[in-house]
């Protein structure tokens, strides 16, 4: 465990007070314990299996996160390693979507956050990965292109007026802190603006899954300005459920009237439902009113070209047509072919139908 002192050379100053401390019959479980946690490391040690230099740099890392189990791999040629650069881990790359401008840096941050944690990289910007101290760390290279990369694919995300104030920036750290300073203060006219949106916001013609997305895009903004902290006496709870309960009636409030019905039941049920149960409910009522009127209209359609028949048929009658002749026109046969049908009957059955 290299963890436990600075170098291995502490530990051999440590093994050597410790058999000084046996001699003397002192402290001997001690000894005996350490001896069987330390033999190992020393074996390895003067073999020639261990790098001190990748040693003492894992050491500082734990010194600065007070957590053993937090150690980085820093070996560069592991995918695991935040100083990994892939063949996908160009300086061109993407790694989100939307821009960084004057009005959404949460939802900036937030989707950044999340793709470079999926390269490995967000110790970069928290400041968990600092730059080596020594100049001459075999890891100082690696770091300083990893350095670079991510602060190359966080100005490729910012939109170009505020690009220029950037450039100078000689950390990803240092950027991360600088952007959040200058955009993620101005809180108070942001929240008025979504706040007032979320007032306004009327479904219309919008499908309900539409009108949910665009409901559901601002509350989560919202939230980014007005989280709820974390509470362990408890109280929290009833806040979050207060919140909760509010934005499912604003949702409400924004649906048409045609739902004017549902709306009522549901303000009725206990416990109160969360937002998301009180969209699965609308939602199937919207099926099933569309199922509704697909049927009727169907049925409509079928009346409706049975009576144009039957009028038809009527008109046929009434003006003198030969019936016989008629038919078997409607039919494509020939004449001499309805005499068949008419001893059967089947003629004679139809024109009774349309005489109704």
Not at 84 to 95: K, V, Y
Not at 162 to 181: D, F, G, N, R, V
Not at 188 to 201: D, G, N, V
Not at 296 to 318: C, D, Q, T, V, W
Request: proline share 4%; glycine share 6%.
């Amino acid at each position: 465990m290299p963890f436990v002192v600075a170098t291995l050379d502490g530990l051999r100053d440590l093994v050597l007070a410790l058999e000084g401390l046996r001699d003397l019959g002192k402290t001997k479980r001690l000894w005996d314990y350490m001896g069987w946690l330390l033999e190992p490391v020393l074996e390895d040690f003067d073999a020639g299996n261990i790098n001190t230099d990748q040693i003492q740099t894992q050491n500082s890392n734990v010194n600065q996160s007070g957590n053993p189990s937090n150690i980085v791999n820093h070996d560069p040629t592991q995918p695991n390693s935040p100083y990994f650069i892939g063949s996908n881990d160009n300086t061109g790359a993407m790694l989100v979507t939307h821009t960084l401008d004057a009005n959404n840096y949460h939802s900036w941050a937030r989707s950044l956050k999340r793709a470079l944690r999926i390269k490995n990289k967000l110790a970069f910007i928290d400041g968990s990965l600092k730059e080596p101290a020594d100049p001459n760390d075999p890891l100082m290279e690696h770091w300083l292109r990893c350095n670079d990369i991510v602060i190359t694919w966080m100005q490729n995300t910012i939109a170009v007026d505020i690009k220029c104030s950037t450039t100078y920036a000689e950390t990803a750290h240092q950027l991360w802190i600088e952007l959040e300073q200058h955009f993620a203060q101005q809180n108070t006219p942001r929240i008025f603006e979504i706040k007032q949106a979320i007032s306004m916001l009327l479904q219309n013609e919008k499908p309900v899954s539409v009108y949910l997305s665009k409901f559901k895009t601002l509350l989560d903004e919202l939230m980014n300005y007005e989280a709820v902290p974390n509470c362990s006496c408890g109280s929290s709870k009833i806040v979050i459920q207060n919140q909760q309960r509010d934005w499912v009636i604003k949702f409400l409030m924004g649906l048409n009237d045609s739902y004017k019905g549902i709306k009522a039941q549901i303000l009725l049920i206990k416990p109160f439902p969360i937002l998301n149960e009180v969209y699965s409910i609308i939602q199937q009522e919207e099926k099933m009113r569309e199922i509704s009127t697909e049927g009727s209209s169907h049925e409509s359609m079928a009346l409706l070209a049975r009576g144009s028949f039957k009028e038809k048929g009527k008109k046929i009658l009434k003006g003198g047509i030969d019936t016989t002749a008629h038919f078997a026109k409607f039919q494509g046969i020939h004449l001499k072919d309805v005499s068949k049908q008419i001893q059967t009957n089947q003629f004679a059955l139809i024109v009774k139908f349309l005489a109704i």
